[in-house]
């Protein structure tokens, strides 16, 4: 049994899809425990994971998240929830108007505490920001992304789909690996 924490349910929605697909229990761990502000995702979740240790019974995993946007020189980057909770979308799309590069990078960290061992994956998605909002699945910054090599956003796409293709589905891949090893 790996026990996720996090709040947000559309992240629970495609680990739990993944795990459970390669035969491994999992359950969501809604715990609210403060995020410290560090430099990339790694030290993040390093920092989050040394806030839970000791206060989960059993193995779990995290997950943090980013948009790193080259025009605005990464940024959301770090600072996606913040930026998603008050510009918002709308926002995004705002800073990004008439700039013609419109390049960026989903970044995805697994912290993974196995057995009392702390072990970090990470995945990554190049692609593009859109013009304007599109599609309903999905979640965050998903209606505005679209992956490299494909012409639909991240909303518009079923989990299973964008599991193949996401930061998150790839650093998943390498839990799930690891997991099988062991
Ligand atoms: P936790 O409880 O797991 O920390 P969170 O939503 O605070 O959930 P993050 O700090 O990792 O998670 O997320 C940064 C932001 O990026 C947040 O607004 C997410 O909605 C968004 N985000 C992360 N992964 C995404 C994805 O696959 N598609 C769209 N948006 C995503």
Do not use: W
């Amino acid at each position: 049994m790996i026990r996720f924490v996090t709040l947000n349910e559309g992240k629970y929605r495609e680990v739990s899809g993944m795990l459970e697909g390669a035969g491994f229990e999992c359950e969501m761990l809604a715990i609210d425990y403060p995020e410290i502000q560090c430099d990339t995702l790694e030290e993040v979740v390093k920092s989050s994971m040394a806030q839970l240790t000791g206060k989960i019974e059993g193995d779990f995993l995290i997950d943090d998240s980013g948009l790193f946007i080259s025009s605005l020189g990464g940024f959301p980057g770090v600072y996606s929830s913040y930026v998603y909770q008050t510009i918002g979308l709308e926002g995004v799309l705002r800073l990004l108007q008439d700039v013609e590069n419109r390049a960026a990078e989903f970044r995805c960290c697994f912290g993974l505490c196995f057995e009392g061992r702390n072990v970090l994956f990470v995945g990554g998605v190049q692609g593009m920001i859109t013009q304007e909002k599109r599609g309903e699945g999905g979640f965050g910054y998903d209606p505005i992304f679209v992956p490299a090599g494909a012409e639909k956003t991240f909303a518009e796409i079923p989990t299973e789909e964008k599991n193949k293709l996401s930061h998150r589905g790839k650093a998943l891949e390498k839990v799930l690996e690891f997991l099988k090893e062991q």
